[in-house]
């Protein structure tokens, strides 16, 4: 009888197995899985070979967010060499406002920009925008970076808002 037990146990065992096998073929047979586990899963695994090779922290943090982080550092590296990184707000145009001048500059909202750099900034229409004492604006398809005084601050705000708003 324990015999009979144990084997027809071992069976249910057997039989759930297989059957799992079989759902999970069919799961990767579904031409939308296909497509996921090719994008997902190879993509990952063949990536992991590059990127092991690139261990540093700068590299990898260029390597995925580009222009949007190369630019926030390059306005951020701006203040680190003045050491006045801690008592700046930034006023930055819109993404818009940059690509009309030639720069491929996706601007990363103010919490995003913190996050890269460390450094505070704002937008036109927040209602921080007033307490702004750095702005960036283009010239000749550079990035410039200048104080805020209350003649360019009534200047810059009209002809930052002009462009579309960020979001």
């Known amino acids: 009888m324990e015999k009979l037990t144990s084997n027809s146990a071992i069976r249910k065992k057997l039989l759930l197995f297989c059957i799992?096998?079989?759902?999970?073929?069919?799961?990767?047979?579904?031409p939308r899985n296909q497509v996921w586990f090719k994008e997902r899963i190879v993509s990952y695994y063949k990536e992991f070979g590059q990127?092991?090779?690139?261990?540093d922290y700068e590299y990898r943090k260029i390597n995925r967010w580009g222009k949007a982080y190369i630019y926030s550092k390059q306005i951020a590296g701006f203040f680190e060499s003045r050491n006045s990184r801690d008592h700046v707000l930034v006023l930055l145009p819109s993404s818009d406002y940059f690509k009309t001048r030639g720069v491929e500059y996706e601007v990363p909202e103010p919490l995003v920009f913190?996050?890269?750099t460390g450094l505070k900034t704002t937008w036109v229409g927040s209602n921080e925008a007033v307490k702004a004492n750095?702005?960036?604006?283009?010239?000749?398809?550079a990035l410039i970076i200048d104080s805020v005084t209350k003649e360019m601050y009534r200047d810059s705000i009209g002809i930052f808002g002009k462009s579309k708003p960020p979001l």
């Open 20 to 30: 799992a096998v079989i759902l999970v073929f069919i799961f990767f047979f579904l």
């Open 114 to 116: 913190y996050y890269y």
């Open 134 to 141: 750095w702005y960036v604006t283009v010239k000749n398809k």
């Open 51 to 55: 990127q092991s090779n690139h261990m």
